[in-house]
């Protein structure tokens, strides 16, 4: 059986609701693919900023180096300046650990009803890939692996 270990990071908003469901779609994956995983979770996002100050601590940061996957949920807080969080704990997060690609699966199951307009299904199944494609979700988990850039 393969193990792996995985950071979480549920975040603010919907991210905490969306990592828990997403973690339990990995455990209904380990039964099937005989894996195991074991999650470590960090309390970092807009409700700890606005109760400690820190945005993300250099002890958290030397933590997630050592895992080869982290799972973000949503980050933002509506009491937080714009653009804390997100050079504090995403850019930062992406950067001093060079991830380069976030992934974020996409399925278009009806074209009627995509938010992007004069988008189809070949549209996005083509630009999903791309490294600096955005598609807006109302909700959504990321899975950082730790692909790194050749030098």
Known sequence: MKTYDIAVIGGDGTGPEVVREAVKVLDAATKKFNLKFNYTHYDIGGARYLKTGEVL???????????PAIL??????????????EKGILLRTRFELEQYINLRPVKLYDERF??????????LISS????TTRVSTPARAVLYSKARRTK
């Open 57 to 67: 601590p250099d002890s958290v940061l030397a933590e997630l180096r050592k895992f």
């Open 72 to 85: 973000l949920g949503a980050i933002g807080h509506p009491d937080v300046k714009p653009g804390i969080l």
């Open 114 to 123: 995509c938010p992007l307009k004069d988008k189809n299904r070949s549209t």
């Open 128 to 131: 999903s890939s791309a490294r």
